[in-house]
């Protein structure tokens, strides 16, 4: 038992593994003139005599030519889709570590089970109330439980991903600031370890964006904070802990100056995980904060969306929110009490999206939040953390990886690595081994531009990974490392084992070849056509 | 064998003790509030979290679930003609059996190498609804049409160089809301006049507003009463004659029997996925588009991910990519384009498989389909005493504005005794359009039938004649 519980012992990884590889067509070549996937039905004959039909439509409104779209068979079709869903690593087949601040953690399958119910896939929104008490419940419960876990007053489940919530509270901060005639507070303060969205969401309601840098621990300093702050501050948008996963211990100063300046504080919660049920957005000072529920709560993240982006706030905010909130008829508790949606909310800044969200994301987070509990959320937070910090010493070890900044101290749920050693070693790039990963079924990720880190690739394992799967990632990176310092140009030339070779970029920057779409292919590369 | 006492919570492997212990020994840990080092003890939650008691059971949390479910009536259990955005538009198997593929469901934000099938995927999506709207260039999914016209409008805003959008009155305030949020205060809107009689733009009062300081002009078609805008050609070029662009919000779905936009003169054309092969998941089954020709200036203002296809080092093989990636807030932060995240992907693969299915032929029967059924809705509500359907004098697909005024009953007592009938009366648009008197907006879909649309008059003759 001793050596499985070794960080010596020998690590597993899929030299065998190849990608699915089907040489498969565009859906365009597929094109058989004849040919339909499925056949609608005309209208009831009844009707059909009844009506005008397209005599009725002017003729400038009538589609003269038909869309050249493909025609093609139900099964080729089904075919053809399924093999290109065994062309994409989905998170479910791989240890989907490698994608930092992204919290892949497992997407449990009942909730997608209970999202595709036609009780959820087939609500109308604008149904009678009294026909969506269920759901408006797990909307409204949703908001409770968020309420907890942040400390913070209300929760909109509006926004539909983080970006539109991080719009959302840059949103409410410039409304706050117009509804006390103090519109002139133009400028944003972020961090360079934040999300690139705090950012450009901000410069998106004009603001002039701040960006404090890094100090030696990794973490923005409170010098360059008092330096950046003023009469002219609207807010700060900061994550906590930042990309690197180091914990900002000073966050509350933070907050307390950009307060006394007169601005609000809204909390990037995108790296939440590793501190849920641990410390709160309301201890540190924020007014406003987010998490993302196609991270943190699990839902799946569908290839980029649909997702949730949870917006909460402080109670002097709640009439700022996105139009409507769910909340409890007066008076009513327990099973019988009517749920309805509340559009009275004054100082609205209105809509973030159509009706209330992703009401189908909400679900499956609802029912994580179920299944785990209070001690559930708050271990799952601890092992995070723990896994973390376990790779951390693994990964460290490994030939020319590196931690950069506060050594020797934890990480919470993710750490951002460099690879700088091993490039200057072995001149392989972090892109060079994100692409060689793909040939061991494993997915790494460089990180967000710009690159403060040389050579960085960030690591995130989750909870929801066995220690031997955490293994078996660290031991494909060992593998890649003594191929990069022995046989670099293995790692040059990957990928081997993928569904194409090495991709042609130089189409993609050039307006006379890029072909974003088969007409402007054809049109650009097939001119016989 | 014997069952060991201690177990991890399924989702949390490494939440067995003994590994758990191991671990922490590994990293030379004593405790968990170890590795919390860095969270100074006042910041520190020590309570327990007001939630309710863990379900680790997957039988009972599903039954659990499925019992508050169980209080919703379903659209499949009643009859309804709610739209105003969102439709009960059938979907079919293969959209569903792709969208639930773990590999799609659970991927994100892989490379090419091994999301090869994502790329190709939502390339293809592109591809079909740039055929279906006969334009060059469909990004990746945006969140929804919401967010789709407003990206659009500031795209004309950065490509013109001017700050002023002009939006048809007619919109969906909901719409408008979401729009003046994102391009305030850095692009202005104005509202124009329409027709209150058959909801067209007023093209006097378009004239008088066009000034060097218009970017684009936006209506919608159909829009969202229902009216179909049959002067888009004439919009556009007196938009183009003031060097604005023309943006038109459309319906897919409507497509294989109405012109695309782009045919009377539109420059960038947005709208919503969700009618093709999405469901309505209670407004969450949306995913916006936005669409253009291949203009490198025009595409250069794109904020989203667009993909293109390209070559290998092997030859005939594709492979896929993103276009122009330095336009985005990936690459640059406040310096990119909006932003780009996580939007409605998975709903543009459904989109691309739905598309795959329909053809040409299935979109022109469905389109023709829904027109008749609607035709046959307005003739049928048109016939009852008092009732104006379609109140406005326009063309239309497949919603129309219903007006009940000289019923002497409110749209909301209508809808409340329908309900009684398991049936969803149109939207009530009283309160949004006071104008109007009391209207509904009634829509149907190829999942509403000739006996549904006979039950529901003989329900309405019974509710109407009870006055």
């Known amino acids: 038992m001793a050596s499985q519980h070794s960080l010596e012992r020998p690590l597993k990884v899929r030299t065998a593994f190849h990608q699915a590889k089907w040489d498969e067509e565009l859906i365009f070549e597929l094109h058989k003139p004849g040919e339909v996937g499925v056949a609608v039905a005309p209208a009831e004959q009844g009707v059909a005599a009844a009506v005008p039909g397209l005599a009725a439509l002017p003729a400038p409104l009538l ?107 840059v949103s409410i901060i410039q409304a706050y600031h117009a509804s006390r005639g103090e519109a002139h507070r133009d400028e944003i303060i972020t961090t360079i370890f934040s999300h690139p969205s705090d950012a450009a969401a901000a410069a998106v309601k004009g603001y002039k964006v701040i960006t404090l840098m890094q100090g030696e621990d990794g973490l923005p300093t409170v010098e360059d904070l008092k330096k950046a702050v003023g009469p002219r501050t609207a807010g700060l948008l900061i994550t906590n802990p930042e990309d690197t996963g180091i914990f900002n211990p000073q966050i ?55 997702a949730g982006g949870a917006l909460g706030v402080v109670q002097k905010l709640r009439p700022f929110l996105p139009k409507p909130v769910v909340v409890k008829a007066e008076g009513e508790e327990g099973e019988g009490c009517r749920y309805r949606l509340d559009f009275d909310l004054p100082h609205s800044i209105g809509k973030l999206r159509a009706f209330w969200g992703t009401a189908q994301v ?130 040059k030339t990957a990928p081997h084992r993928s569904v194409c070779h090495h991709i042609h970029h130089d189409d993609f920057d050039d307006p006379k070849r890029w072909a974003i779409t088969w007409r402007l292919y054809q049109r650009k590369h097939l001119p016989e056509a | 064998m014997t069952v060991q006492a201690r177990r991890a919570h399924p989702y949390i492997p490494n939440s067995e003790p003994g590994v758990k212990a191991a671990m922490l020994a590994a990293v030379g840990a004593g405790s968990m509030d170890d590795l919390y080092g860095d969270i100074p003890e006042a910041l520190r939650f020590r309570g327990k979290l007001n939630l309710p008691e863990a379900i680790p059971a997957e039988a009972q949390l599903k039954r659990t679930i499925e019992r508050m479910l169980a209080k919703n009536t379903s659209c499949e259990e009643a009859v309804s003609f709610l739209g105003a955005g969102c439709y009960n538009h059938y979907v079919p198997a293969i959209c569903d059996e792709i969208t639930r593929r773990s590999e799609f469901l659970t991927a994100y934000a892989g490379e090419p190498y091994e999301d090869f099938g994502r790329f190709q995927a939502l390339w293809e999506y592109e591809s079909l609804m740039a055929e279906l709207l006969d334009m060059d260039i469909c990004n990746v999914p945006t969140f929804d049409w919401f ?81 179909l805008e049959t002067q888009g050609q004439a919009i556009a070029d007196l938009a183009h004659g003031n060097g604005s662009l023309l943006v038109v919000g459309t319906d897919p779905n409507a497509l294989g029997i109405l012109a695309p936009p782009s045919q009377y003169g539109a420059d960038i054309v947005c709208g919503d996925i969700h009618t093709l092969g999405n469901h309505m998941h209670f407004g969450g089954g949306m995913g916006g588009f936005i669409a253009t020709r291949d203009e490198e200036k025009l595409v250069m203002e794109y904020p989203s991910r667009l993909f ?114 398991h049936i969803f009366g149109g939207k009530d648009l009283s309160t949004e359009f006071p104008g109007l008197g009391q209207s509904a907006l009634w829509a149907v879909t190829e999942l509403v039938s000739q006996e549904d649309i006979d039950r529901t008059i003989a329900a309405l003759r019974a509710i109407l004649g009870g006055n």
């Not at chain 1, 410390?279 to 709560?297: I, M, P, Q, V, Y």
């Not at chain 2, 919109?171 to 979401?178: K, N």
Request: charged share 20%.
């Open chain 1, 63 to 169: 589609r003269a030519q038909a869309p050249a779209l493909p025609e093609v068979g139900q099964m080729r079709v089904l075919k053809h889709f399924l093999r290109l869903s065994q062309q994409t690593l989905g998170a479910d087949f791989t240890v989907d570590i490698g994608q930092g601040t992204c919290t892949m953690k497992y997407s449990p399958k009942i909730n997608d089970v209970l999202a595709s119910s036609p009780k959820m896939a087939r609500l109308h929104p604008l149904q009678d109330e009294r026909t969506v008490q269920g759901i408006l419940r797990i909307m409204h419960e949703l908001d409770l439980y968020l309420r907890e876990i942040s400390g913070l007053d209300a929760f909109s489940m509006q926004p539909a991903s983080g970006s539109a919530a991080i719009l959302g509270m």
């Open chain 1, 252 to 306: 509350q100063a933070f907050t307390r100056l950009v307060h006394e300046a007169g601005g609000l504080c809204g909390y990037d919660q995108a790296n939440l995980n590793g501190i849920m049920g641990i410390t709160r957005a309301k201890e540190a000072g924020f007014d406003l904060c987010f998490f993302n529920l196609h991270k943190t709560f699990s839902t799946p993240h569908g290839c980029g969306g649909p």
């Open chain 1, 362 to 491: 909400q679900l499956r987070a609802y029912a994580w939040i179920r299944a785990l509990g209070a001690e559930g959320i708050k271990e799952a937070a601890e092992i995070a953390v723990l896994n973390n910090n376990y790779l951390l010493k693994k990964i460290t070890r490994i030939k020319g990886a590196s931690a950069p900044y506060a050594a020797g101290r934890r990480r919470i749920e993710q750490v951002r690595y460099s690879w700088e050693q091993l490039h200057r070693d072995t001149g392989v790039t972090t892109e060079d081994i994100a692409v060689r990963m793909a040939d061991y079924g494993m997915h790494l990720w460089s990180s967000h531009h710009p690159f403060i880190v040389p050579q960085p690739f960030t690591i995130e394992p989750t909870e929801s990974y066995s220690r031997e799967e955490l293994d078996e990632y660290v031991g494909v990176l060992e593998q890649i490392s003594r191929e990069a310092y022995g046989d670099p140009g293995t790692v």
């Open chain 2, 147 to 227: 967010q789709a016209a407003a990206t659009s409008l500031r795209m004309a805003g950065r490509y013109t160089g001017r700050p002023v959008a002009l939006v048809a009155g007619s919109i969906s305030p909901d719409r408008l809301a979401a729009i003046r949020n994102y391009c305030e205060p850095v692009m202005q809107l104005e509202l124009l006049a329409w027709d209150l009689k058959t909801g067209q733009l007023d093209l006097a009062h378009l004239k008088a507003q066009l000034t060097g300081q218009v970017a684009a002009v936006y209506f919608e078609n159909p829009g969202y009463l229902g009216c």
């Open chain 2, 308 to 421: 293109g296809i390209s070559r290998t080092d092997v030859p005939g093989e594709y492979g896929f990519g993103d276009v122009a990636y330095d336009r985005t807030s990936f690459a640059h932060r406040e310096q990119g384009k909006e932003f780009v995240g996580t939007a409605s992907a998975l709903h543009g693969i459904a989109a691309a498989v739905y598309l795959s299915l329909m053809g040409p032929v299935g979109m022109r029967d469905l389109g023709l389909h829904i027109l008749q059924k609607a035709q046959y809705l307005a003739q049928a509500l048109g016939a009852l005493p008092g009732v104006k359907a379609p109140a406005l004098d326009a063309p239309f697909y497949k919603e129309l504005l219903v007006d009940f005024s000289s019923t002497g009953r409110t749209v909301a007592e209508i809808n409340e005794a329908l309900l009684k009938e």
